[in-house]
């Protein structure tokens, strides 16, 4: 869109996209929590190869490592709100192995396809 000096300003189609990428991640955090505590070791496995997935699809399909960082930013928001107790005392994860696997391979793998991800770079000539 336009240049502001410290960095381009992305259009609104390329804002549009990321935030499509946040709700995404959001989503597949929720859905994440859900699967791992279900099916423990497999469902662990499955949820951080989710996230993963997500994420490291997200840096390529928007040629930049912002991407990633949105849906990262994505399930990172839904993992913390999940996380929390709330006032009736309820809450979705559990103290163990598999619930703090997943919270902390998660942020490793988000922060990791967010900024270690090489950008496919096309054919050159």
Same mark, same amino acid.
């Given at each position: 869109?336009?240049?502001?000096? &410290? ?13 499509? &990428? ?21 469902? &662990?496995?499955?949820?951080?190869? /989710?996230?993963?997935?997500? *994420? ?25 709100? &999940? ?17 703090? /696997? ?10 990791? *396809? ?10 050159? /000539?």
């Amino acid at each position: 869109m336009g240049d502001n000096g &410290l960095f381009t300003v992305p259009g609104p189609g390329r804002l549009a996209a990321y935030l499509g &990428l946040a709700v995404l991640g959001f989503v597949t955090g929720v859905a994440g929590a859900l699967v791992q505590g279900g099916w423990f070791p497999g469902g &662990l496995l499955l949820a951080l190869l /989710a996230v993963g997935g997500l *994420c490291y699809g997200s840096v390529v399909a928007m040629r930049g490592r912002a991407g990633g960082a949105a849906a990262g930013t994505g399930w990172l928001v839904s993992v913390v709100l &999940l996380a929390a107790n709330r006032a009736e005392g309820d809450f979705l994860f559990e103290a163990g192995l598999g619930s703090y /696997a997943y919270l902390l391979g998660g942020m490793a793998v988000a922060v990791m *396809c967010a900024t270690v991800a090489k950008v496919p770079q096309p054919d050159g /000539a």
